[in-house]
């Protein structure tokens, strides 16, 4: 089983290189898949990120649009 901590490294780094490459297009993937699964990680990833900058949350605005407007969420 996955720590917190191991969950929490896991996701910055994954947001990190996708903000390095514009190609990272797996990465909302994997996010939709943590909503879906463990709703509390990703809950957890985007408040690290929002602490870290103000601007991060423009990362959960973009997910939970894109999710609702292909349907699904």
């Given at each position: 089983?996955?720590?917190?901590?191991?969950?929490?490294?896991?996701?910055?780094?994954?947001?990190r290189?996708?903000?390095?490459?514009v190609?990272?297009?797996s990465?909302?993937d994997?996010?939709?898949k943590?909503?879906?699964?463990?709703?509390?990680?990703?809950?957890?990833?985007?408040?690290?990120?929002?602490?870290l900058?103000?601007?991060?949350k423009?990362?959960?605005?973009?997910d939970?649009e894109t999710?609702?407007?292909?349907?699904?969420i």
């Amino acid at each position: 089983m996955v720590s917190v901590a191991e969950g929490v490294a896991q996701l910055s780094s994954t947001g990190r290189l996708a903000r390095q490459s514009v190609a990272a297009t797996s990465l909302p993937d994997f996010r939709l898949k943590t909503y879906r699964n463990c709703n509390w990680l990703l809950e957890a990833y985007y408040k690290f990120g929002e602490e870290l900058s103000a601007e991060n949350k423009v990362i959960r605005i973009n997910d939970l649009e894109t999710w609702k407007a292909n349907g699904e969420i």
